[in-house]
């Protein structure tokens, strides 16, 4: 098959431009798209076949459910079994955006998004081009991220067509995500409020925003570590450890003040030195006081990929996938990151970073 990248203004997309994607999928084609979050391989919902094309592609478990995305909180509510006090409150402060609710599903509903669970996950972008996407489809989009399975999910048209190109008619090519990490994922189940996926809304903000609408309800942050990812089976966080993943060893780059980070660096250029490539993912500040020993054990300057230290949190986020992706193209054989505090989107990149890095058969670095 061949894959038409459709190149479109992320700000003012072109209706004439979108139409072919939209055609394909109402005709049971998968596309892959730009969200605010991370590029999604989409289908629409209500079209097994096509859904279950989802799975294929991406070599997804079967067993593992995928977001429908919607226009709308109201186009949101015709998934769900019934609505209610806390789901209004969530979905009319966080969507559209990057948050997904997971309740259970009205009955008679039948779908593979589902995997034959009694709940389903809905989310409503906010990036304009996949809001033009599902208004042009005229149905809600079931899409996981546009990743083969256990691969970082791609944030740029690139990174998506390096793992899709041959297997999707088209890939929409909306530039950067803004985000660079996936959805936070809600689930209101039975009574029980969880996050499963930390994201770009926080824990801190769902709660604030609980709060100041006067519900009392703990949230329980299922997710907040390391669970929540591709691989995961609903409800049984943890079971498998490495996702997100790029080919090269991940490691975290640890250390409570920029003096200790730097003694980090240098620990990091010894321990990997001879004969494998290391590669760095840091903020700029420590980039530049580490320059010296960079140049001094010969580390490549390209391998050196930063993210501005002002708003840390988000600029990390944004780029950590990516990142992986270039250093993997550059034969990075270890890459170093460096780590984030758990606050707002700083909790969803350590989850993800974490993922990656986790590895039960490889233990501690051992070279
Ligand atoms: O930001 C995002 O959420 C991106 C963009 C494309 O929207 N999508 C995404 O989808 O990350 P995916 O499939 O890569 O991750 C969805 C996660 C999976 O871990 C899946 O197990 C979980 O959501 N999930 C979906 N439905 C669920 C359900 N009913 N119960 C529990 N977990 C569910
Ligand atoms: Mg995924």
């Known amino acids: ?18 139409l072919p994607a939209a055609e394909a999928l109402k005709e049971g084609g998968l596309v892959a798209f730009p969200t605010e979050t991370v590029y999604g391989l989409g289908a629409v919902w209500n079209r097994p076949d ?39 409150t969530l979905c009319r402060a966080f969507c559209p955006g990057p948050f997904t609710l997971i309740m259970k599903h009205r009955k008679g509903l039948c779908s593979p998004v589902t995997a034959g669970l009694d709940t389903i996950a809905v989310r409503v972008p906010e990036h304009p081009v996949s809001r033009l996407l599902i208004e042009l489809c005229g149905e809600g989009v079931a899409a996981p991220s546009a990743n083969i399975s256990g691969r970082p999910s791609p944030t740029n048209a690139a990174d998506a067509l390096e793992d899709l190109d041959g297997k999707v008619p088209f890939i929409i090519d909306g530039g950067s995500c803004d985000y660079g990490v996936e959805s936070s994922i809600v689930s209101w189940v039975d009574g029980k409020l969880e996050l499963l996926r ?3 809304i926080s824990a801190e903000m769902i709660e604030e925003c609980l709060a100041m609408n006067g519900i009392k309800l703990e949230l329980t942050r299922s997710g907040a570590a390391v669970s929540g990812d591709e691989e995961m089976r609903p409800r049984a966080p943890g079971m498998k450890y490495r996702h997100y993943a790029p080919r090269a060893k991940v490691h975290v780059l640890s250390g409570a003040d920029m003096a200790a980070r730097l003694e980090a660096v240098k620990e990091a ?11 760095f993912y840091i903020s700029d500040a420590l980039a530049e006081l580490a320059a010296p020993y960079f ?25 950590l996938f990516a ?45």
């Open 1 to 18: 098959m061949k894959t038409t990248v459709i190149k479109i203004d992320r700000d003012a997309p072109c209706r004439a431009l979108l």
């Open 50 to 88: 096509a859904v279950r094309a989802i799975f294929e592609v991406k070599g997804r478990p079967q067993d593992n459910p995928l977001i429908v995305h919607e226009r709308s909180v109201e186009g949101m509510k015709k998934y769900f079994a019934q609505w209610d006090e806390v789901a209004d």
């Open 198 to 200: 930390p994201g770009g």
């Open 269 to 279: 250029i010894y321990q990997t030195a001879g004969g494998s490539v290391s590669a």
């Open 295 to 319: 140049e001094a054990a010969g580390v490549i300057p390209d391998l050196v990929l930063t993210f501005s230290e002002e708003e840390r949190h988000q600029e990390a986020a944004k780029g």
């Open 323 to 367: 990142a992986f992706r270039t250093l993997d193209r550059l034969g990075a054989n270890h890459i170093w990151a460096e780590e984030q505090e758990l606050s707002e989107v700083g909790a969803a990149y350590m989850n993800r970073l974490l993922k990656a890095a986790a590895d039960e058969s490889r233990g501690p670095l051992k070279l």
